[in-house]
């Protein structure tokens, strides 16, 4: 008899009231929206004269006392939550409430983080969905079976730690079987900017290799999507600090990283700035700013702070970013996917995996200074896949697996 599923995760405390919270903001970001898009009607030709007298101040204490109210309540509730935020959290873990904190995070994760939500997700590494300890006994404790070949897996937007297990396949856990390396995975809010979490990475890899239970002899990076591009920030801060991994790194491999972008963060801008310059529809192009600094950094693949900082990030412009090449002495990999069943066309150039294209994914570039430089035998595309598949796909794994077990 099947074993009977257990129920999912109920959320904490915190996260409901951190929930709660964030539905209040929202209800007063939808009156802002509401009060535009009546002022808007009410300043057509026409309409104007009629609603004098009408309307004005009356209209607008009414809209700023909604406003109030939800303001109120969001504060209210945000300072409950932080009475009970800090309790370790021991119950089962459940794949769906994960799935559904690291998608909200994806999208809100920046809003998430400044107004100090419950629902924030912190920086740690884990296995098995569990925190593990970054102080050398602990972590010796936790890691018996540690061993001196180190694999650190960095998720995707939207995506998290456990998700790396898809259709019952794990690239860390079959590195772990067939090679002997210790896999352990990232958890990020993906939400915030990506020079932000590629900072925050190095530090806590320096703790890691830190606490380290025995001598690391091998140490490689696989980052799927997103992952791949918070990795080359945290190699560049980590080489900027000196920091002792950086100096050990031996391999990186990239599974469908946008390194120069993905299209439809750029339609999306394209999209936000038609609105802003309709009449009525001006209103609603508040909603197309409901993305993440991590999203909109992925329009062109933004990795390092002076990208953004000082912009407008939702505003309309070429590709500006600092040139940001591979970083040195280590062998860096990239695998590109393809939903198209033969090479080249324009279902490559557009589509790739559905979402990366293969030239952004193998780091091609029309500007050389931004081409990255993966030579021939460390680039592999994947045919009839998706972005997901680059995850579970055997021949994926093959490749990958490869690259890991040969000397440089």
Not at 40 to 45: A, D, G, R
Not at 150 to 155: F, S
């Amino acid at each position: 008899m099947a074993p009977t599923p257990s129920k999912p995760s109920a959320l904490s405390l915190p996260e409901a009231l951190g929930l709660v919270r964030l539905a209040a903001e929202g209800a007063e970001g939808v009156t802002g929206l509401v009060e535009h898009l009546h002022s808007s009607i009410l300043s057509t030709p026409g309409l104007a004269r009629i609603a004098q007298g009408l309307t004005g101040d009356t209209t607008r204490l009414v809209y700023s006392g909604v406003r109030g109210a939800f303001r109120l309540t969001g504060k209210g509730v945000g300072a409950a939550a932080a009475l009970l935020d800090g309790e370790p959290d021991r119950r089962p873990v459940s794949r769906k409430r994960e799935a559904a904190l690291a998608a909200l995070n994806g999208v809100l994760g920046d809003h998430l983080a400044e107004t100090n939500n419950a629902l924030t997700l912190k920086m740690r590494f884990r296995r098995d969905g569990r925190a593990i300890p970054l102080e050398p006994n602990a972590l010796a404790d936790a890691l018996p079976d540690a061993t001196g070949k180190l694999v650190v897996l960095v998720h995707g937007l939207c995506m998290n730690d456990l998700q790396w297990t898809r259709q019952g396949h794990d690239h860390g856990a079959a590195l772990a079987r067939d090679f002997g390396y210790t896999p352990i995975y990232l958890s990020y809010n993906s939400g915030l900017h990506i020079s932000a979490n590629g900072s925050a990475f190095a530090d806590a890899l320096e703790r890691l290799f830190a606490a380290w239970p025995v001598e690391i002899e091998k140490f490689a990076i696989v980052g799927h999507s997103m992952g791949g591009l918070v990795t080359r920030s945290a190699c560049l801060s980590g080489e900027a600090a000196g920091h002792a991994w950086r100096k050990r790194l031996d391999k990186l491999v990239f599974l469908g990283t946008p390194h120069h972008g993905a299209p439809l963060e750029r339609i999306a801008n394209w999209v936000d700035m038609i609105l802003r310059k309709a009449p009525y529809a001006s209103a609603f192009a508040t909603l197309g700013k409901v993305r993440s600094a991590g999203v909109t950094d992925l329009r062109y693949g933004s990795v390092v702070n002076e990208d953004w900082q000082g912009r407008d990030r939702f505003a309309r412009e070429p590709d500006m970013r600092s040139p940001a090449p591979l970083p040195k002495n280590v062998a860096c990999y990239a695998i590109a996917a393809t939903m198209a069943a033969s090479p080249g066309g324009m279902k490559d150039l557009l589509v790739g995996d559905g979402l990366v294209p293969v030239t952004s994914a193998l780091g091609r570039n029309e500007d050389s200074a931004r081409t990255l430089d993966f030579p021939d035998d460390r680039q592999w595309i994947a045919r009839q896949t998706g972005h997901l598949d680059l995850l579970n796909r055997h021949a994926v794994y093959e490749r990958m697996a490869e690259w890991l077990d040969r000397d440089q």
